[in-house]
DNA sequence: TCCGTAATCTAACATATGTTATGTAACAGT
DNA sequence: ACTGTTACATAACATATGTTAGATTACGGA
């Protein structure tokens, strides 16, 4: 039979996942995952046919990763633990944050995914029961733009200070105002009718 | 004497800008830059040592030409122009507002630079003439961090029937929602004090 | 008209990278 | 121990790109 595989599939992607974190989705090439992983590029094209399929892979896995940020309890508030962890991972990840939202081919469409996974999620949280689905929808439209031009700003080095606490800040800062001036208006419209 | 010159420094920068704007910052190379020149590579390196001097005087031209766009009258509000501009921008030249802001190495210092070209120009707008120095701040940073996200959404094309009414209005509605917390918040701290 | 300068062209070289071909050797079953 | 399979290493090939060298030629001054 053959010989015991040295080098996994899995093990291949977390290589090139260390490399884009380090130096960026440009410097993904089978020789620098290869050096990464302490290998010849051979076990790279053994597991994958071509750099594109092994890139995809890396998006996903940092897709994942991202999810999982997003998921953590940094408050009792489901909806600002999705912020955060946005924020959180540009602040930490910044060049895969750069990869999967702003830079990759289909940085598009993982951004929409995203904005849907948001979306889904926002009922959860009992503050916006009595707003129209329209109204949820802008609101939250809102403070994702926001979000993610924070993350931009964050994974470009341009929030100086930036931590956990500064982040939780800002969202609930901005999210003060904005979900203030909704509801408000909400309010006046539903008196007005 | 030398035979006359045929493609001058400006044309080729002219044709490097056209070059990122069609196919972004990646594809900026001495042949895809001759190609759009029409010529050979030997302008290029005419007129630059490298193609790294010739990426930055992309940058710089790009630079000047989101300026011009901040400076046009879409309202006749200042800041409001200034934020509609940079969006305008990226909704007309994706590319370049990536390059820009989002990819090119410089892009820290060009968004830092341009984030004090708008704090200088807050001040003349007399909305904010009560606010104190650290509140103009703060309400500036929210709203610089939200047009950018803006700018960002849109230029990924992730903003569908996006055109100049649609990026006031959302400007306008966000506006509306910061400024008027600010401003009340100004106010009361005021009257507590 | 002739000549020299220099703007341009052509072609080459060096390097980086994707990809493939070939060799090597470790493992499992006999 | 022998053998076949195959994971891996090595090295080559093709292409893309930065960069440079030499040839060419148009222009202006003599």
Redesign the interface.
């Known amino acids: 039979m053959a010989p015991k595989t040295k080098y996994t599939k899995d093990e291949v992607v977390k290589a090139a996942v260390r490399v884009v974190e380090a130096d960026g989705l ?1 410097a993904l090439t089978a020789r620098s995952v290869a050096m990464k992983l302490g290998s010849s590029t051979a076990p790279v094209y053994h597991h994958f046919d071509t750099m594109d399929e092994l890139a995809l892979c890396v998006i996903k896995e940092t897709q994942r990763s991202l999810l999982e940020y997003t998921s953590r309890p940094y408050t009792d508030r489901v909806f600002l633990n999705m912020g955060t962890g946005v924020a959180m991972f540009a602040l930490e990840h910044g060049q895969l944050y ?1 990869a999967l939202m ?2 990759g081919d289909r ?2 469409e993982v ?2 995914e995203f904005f849907d996974t948001l979306e889904s999620e926002l009922p959860k949280d009992s503050r916006f029961a009595a707003l129209s689905s329209s109204e949820r929808r802008g609101l939250l439209r ?1 403070m ?7 993350a ?2 964050i994974c ?3 929030i100086k200070d930036c931590n956990q606490d500064y982040i939780i800040n ?1 969202l609930v ?2 999210g ?3 979900i ?3 509801l408000a208006k909400h309010k006046s419209n539903g008196k007005s009718s």
Chains 1, 2 share one sequence.
């Not at 994702?144 to 924070?150: A, E, N, R, V």
């Open positions: 440009n750069r702003l830079e940085s598009s951004v929409r809102k994702w733009i926001f979000t993610h031009g924070l931009s700003l470009a080095g341009l800002a800062d901005v003060t105002d904005v203030g001036a909704t």
